[in-house]
């Protein structure tokens, strides 16, 4: 009896074994994307099934509501992803962006299609090549100085209609305030968008993308009730803040190669360094690592070697001044050089958390990369 018992169990794994192999085998390919709005040079992507490894492909539109060129590629594991995020070039962007599975048959995790015959096709499922459209809003700033001129320049902005970028002070609250500038843009892609600015500025200003619905481009929002609204899709406005002081951008992100985090970007008035301070009860300690010396103005994607010891912690990063032998990092070696760089009396720093490491091709670090907008609630001030 115990040998039939232990005869059915074996039988009954091997079914089990087979069932799930067959399972495996048969995973149809798929991908889900939603509308969007993105602030940070990336598109997301709700979920994709791959049969293998394959890539997720943003396609533009060619002008006739199909896929066009590429603008983006993202490697993708055996099986199904969710929640991902990936870099697109935002110059060459659509209102209309096709993402478009791939398989992965050429050289593993290098995208080939169109460079490497036969290699690295469209994904296929019940005869038809996988592909999702999505509706996006691109809105991108980052941290700069203002002009002698008075002016700052958005970086990008793709939207279905023609509207405005409009440049507001900081309330003081960390929010939109009043308006200090405001220049028109074309439906489509713009890029390089320069904004002449009058009034009293802000450390911190936030551009916000409006829509153009009164009198055609005359900025009218404020003065002419219901029109030239900001632009908000899924209930986030198109609004973010950008620094004209000296700034570090650092986010919550997992260990590198070789122990080392990444400033997303950085903005200084003079030659400098990013130094990375170990956590002192909840305030900057003892440096752990030091970066290559960095120019003045934006900078973006400097990395430094801390060591793995700290995964788990909370780290500061912290600018600093090069005003010593110049290239040579001697701050507390050398009396008065190289200090930290302060702005309205306090010092340039940012805390952040190191994470366990991640597999590189779902790391969604970007150079350009930006906080979330808040969610759409009240409208700014005019």
Known sequence: MRKLKLTFSILMIALLSLAFGVSAQDTTPSITVSDQLSLDGNVRIDSVTSDGPGFVVIHIDNGEGAPGPVIGTLPVRDGTSNDLSMSIDTSAATPTLFAMLHVDTGEVGEYEFGSVDGADLPAMADGEVVVQPMNVVIFTANDQFVTEDNTVTVASVTAPDAGFVVIHADSGE????????????????????????????????????????????????????????????????????????PHVRVFDQPIGMNGTVTVSRLLIDAPGWVVIHADADGSFGEVIGVSEAVPEGATGRVSIEIGDEFVGQQVWAMLHYDTGEEGVYEFGEVDGADGPVVVNEAVVVEPFDVLAAEEPMLDDMDAEATPEAPEATEEPSS
């Open 174 to 245: 960390s929010t939109p305030g009043p308006v200090v500038g405001f220049a028109p843009v074309d439906a489509g892609t713009t890029t390089g968008v320069t904004v002449e600015l009058d009034g009293e500025l802000t450390d911190v200003l936030w551009p916000m993308l409006h829509v153009d619905t009164g009198e055609e481009g005359v900025y009218e929002f404020g003065e002419v009730e219901g029109v030239d609204g900001p632009v908000s899709v899924n209930n986030r406005t198109a609004v973010l803040p950008i620094w004209t002081v």
